[in-house]
């Protein structure tokens, strides 16, 4: 039998290529809103970053996110990164 294949993607701020569910996705939506999609099905441009603090952090800072997304991430959705990697651990 064949092994099953594992979806990789890539960390928008580190470059690195990751299993999908070791990374979390953010969503921009046809209306520009942004969330943070933890079933990784959510329809609308998604970037994904690595389940890492010091990768969050980076992202904020570099602006990363909001390149990729072409859109403006509000504080909050940092905030939630945040908190799902720290219950995450």
Not at 6 to 14: A, D, E, L, N
Not at 16 to 32: C, F, Q, W
Not at 59 to 86: D, F, T
Request: aromatic letters at 4%.
């Amino acid at each position: 039998m064949k092994p099953k294949k594992i979806p990789m993607r890539t960390c928008v701020v580190t470059k690195e290529k990751y299993p999908k569910k070791e990374l979390i996705r953010i969503v921009r939506d046809n209306l520009g809103n942004v969330s943070v999609d933890v079933t990784g099905r959510a329809n609308g441009r998604g970037a994904y970053l690595k389940k890492d603090l010091e990768v969050v952090n980076k992202a904020r800072s570099s602006k990363a996110l909001e390149r990729y997304l072409e859109v403006l991430i509000p504080e909050g959705i940092y905030e939630e990164l945040e908190n799902i990697i720290k219950n995450d651990k």
